[in-house]
């Protein structure tokens, strides 16, 4: 929406578990094309970021790289980390295969996960660079919808994790939803305004993020799919943003939702009261109108009910 970037602002993955048998994964010793060499169709991790380094590379899953030679899947290309067991212990990838593959921190694939689309190269995130653990090709290329791609979420139930587009970094993050939510916070509200109005503010975070991940058709140019873009075409988000004053009003409002019709409402918002352009009133909130009404006595139930019409708080 081209209207958020006259908001207010200029302005790490969770885990997310699905059903499934694991994948059965053949021994070091028989997997195919392991040579060190980044092939088309391969998947292939480096030693050293940027995509430095020695390579080890695979065409399938592996749920449990194993930790001591001879056993261990190694770097088998030539190079910094050279023969050393790949887990733990690989800083950046490059997905040539034509299905997007999922990192993961533990074994079996569990635990938390960054997703790389058919062609994508970049390095891991901070939560999985050394600490990588098993992968798996999660679904086919062409166009088709990857695995994970859609919430667990719905207009009554929270979502468990939101998939936001680190555009900058070229890569999406999937992230607990109540991290995301406090990580947005303080970079679209003023941290030293009325506590209403950060209650206010966190309403509307919370349920923009809660409706692009029911609703999202977004696709990033290397084909994976995300809920909302990190920076002011979505709301910003900056991993390790959260302050105590506006984390406890994310907490105090975290049971609270607004429904239109019965529907999770996309709770829009912009700095002023002339701001928004042509947006429709009742539709979105002034941010400074929020500070304003708090600072006068408001409840952050009524700056919410005076500026999107037609809502149920609940």
Same mark, same amino acid.
């Given at each position: 929406?081209?209207?958020?970037?006259?908001? =207010?602002?200029?302005?790490? #993955?969770?885990?997310?578990?699905?059903?499934? #048998?694991?994948?059965?994964?053949?021994?070091?010793?028989?997997?195919?094309?392991?040579?060190? @060499?980044?092939?088309?169709?391969?998947?292939?991790?480096?030693?050293?970021?940027?995509?430095?380094?020695?390579?080890?590379?695979?065409?399938?899953? @592996?749920?449990?790289?194993?930790?001591? +030679?001879?056993?261990?899947?190694?770097?088998?290309?030539?190079?910094?980390?050279?023969?050393?067991?790949?887990?733990?212990?690989?800083?950046?990838?490059?997905?040539?295969?034509?299905?997007?593959?999922?990192? $993961?921190?533990?074994?079996?694939?569990?635990?938390?996960?960054?997703?790389?689309?058919?062609?994508?190269?970049?390095? =891991?995130?901070?939560?999985?660079?050394?600490?990588?653990?098993?992968? +798996?090709?999660?679904?086919?290329?062409?166009?088709?919808?990857?695995?994970?791609?859609?919430?667990?979420?719905?207009?009554?139930?929270?979502?468990?994790?939101? =998939?936001?587009?680190?555009?900058?970094?070229?890569? @999406?993050?999937?992230?607990?939803?109540?991290?995301?939510?406090?990580?947005? =916070?303080?970079?679209?509200?003023?941290?030293?305004?009325?506590?209403?109005?950060?209650?206010?503010?966190?309403?509307?975070?919370?349920?923009?993020?809660?409706?692009?991940?029911?609703?999202?058709?977004?696709?990033?140019?290397?084909?994976?799919?995300?809920?909302?873009?990190?920076?002011?075409?979505?709301?910003?988000?900056?991993?390790?943003?959260?302050?105590?004053?506006?984390?406890?009003?994310?907490?105090?409002?975290?049971?609270?939702?607004?429904?239109?019709?019965?529907?999770?409402?996309?709770?829009?918002?912009?700095?002023?009261?002339?701001?928004?352009?042509?947006?429709?009133?009742?539709?979105?909130?002034? +941010?400074?109108?929020?500070?304003?009404?708090?600072?006068?006595?408001?409840?952050?139930?009524?700056?919410?009910?005076? $500026?999107?019409?037609?809502? #149920?708080?609940?």
């Amino acid at each position: 929406m081209s209207p958020r970037s006259v908001r =207010l602002s200029a302005g790490v #993955a969770a885990a997310m578990m699905f059903g499934g #048998a694991l994948l059965a994964t053949a021994a070091p010793a028989a997997a195919a094309g392991r040579d060190g @060499v980044c092939d088309s169709g391969e998947f292939c991790y480096y030693f050293n970021s940027n995509n430095q380094g020695s390579v080890s590379d695979f065409t399938s899953s @592996v749920a449990d790289y194993a930790t001591t +030679q001879p056993s261990c899947y190694d770097f088998k290309g030539p190079g910094a980390g050279k023969g050393q067991c790949i887990k733990n212990s690989a800083a950046s990838v490059w997905n040539r295969s034509s299905k997007t593959v999922r990192v $993961y921190f533990n074994t079996g694939h569990a635990g938390q996960y960054q997703d790389f689309g058919p062609g994508s190269r970049g390095n =891991l995130s901070p939560t999985l660079k050394n600490q990588n653990a098993s992968h +798996q090709f999660v679904s086919g290329g062409g166009g088709s919808t990857p695995t994970g791609c859609k919430t667990d979420g719905s207009d009554t139930r929270l979502p468990t994790t939101i =998939l936001v587009y680190r555009k900058s970094l070229g890569r @999406v993050e999937r992230v607990d939803f109540k991290t995301y939510v406090k990580n947005v =916070l303080p970079n679209e509200w003023v941290s030293s305004w009325p506590a209403e109005s950060l209650k206010a503010g966190a309403v509307a975070v919370k349920n923009f993020g809660w409706y692009w991940a029911l609703h999202s058709n977004k696709k990033t140019p290397g084909g994976q799919c995300f809920d909302v873009y990190d920076h002011t075409s979505s709301q910003v988000y900056k991993p390790g943003s959260a302050k105590a004053v506006t984390s406890a009003a994310v907490d105090a409002i975290w049971g609270t939702r607004l429904t239109r019709n019965g529907k999770i409402f996309r709770a829009q918002y912009c700095s002023t009261t002339t701001a928004c352009g042509n947006w429709s009133d009742g539709d979105w909130m002034s +941010q400074y109108g929020s500070r304003d009404k708090a600072r006068a006595g408001w409840s952050y139930a009524a700056i919410l009910r005076h $500026y999107y019409r037609g809502i #149920a708080l609940g």
